[in-house]
Nanobody, 117 residues
């Protein structure tokens, strides 16, 4: 099993920056992809960014050029650097870990990001 703990959410004005962290523990060797998802009130959860075990990254069109996902393997931690934040980025952000061999998704508890105009 994989356990994920997010941190770093908060309130910021439009144009500001935040960095989210996700610390993984447990069966981390089994993780193939780690990512960040978000869910705004009344909307479906959407994937924001992902990074594979090989370091390949992928971003939603809405955040390209503003958000950067990275990982520190020594700390078993994935980060999401969010710059030029917009009010529409307001959501609960969830860390995700996907294990291909079991087709299993692990989720963190979520962290609130609020961007005011």
């Amino acid at each position: 099993q994989v356990q994920l703990v997010e941190s770093g959410g908060g309130k910021v004005q439009a144009g500001g920056s935040l960095r989210l962290s996700c610390a993984a523990s447990g069966s981390i060797f089994s993780i193939n992809v780690m990512g960040w998802y978000r869910q705004a009130p009344g909307k479906q959860r959407e994937r924001v960014a992902a990074i594979t075990s090989g370091g390949t990254t992928n971003y939603a069109d809405s955040v390209k050029g503003r958000f950067t996902i990275s990982r520190d393997n020594a700390k078993n931690t994935v980060y999401l650097q969010m710059n030029s934040l917009k009010p529409e980025d307001t959501a609960i952000y969830y860390c995700n870990a996907f294990t291909l061999t079991t087709n299993w998704n692990s989720w963190g508890q979520g962290t609130q990001v609020t961007v005011s105009s």
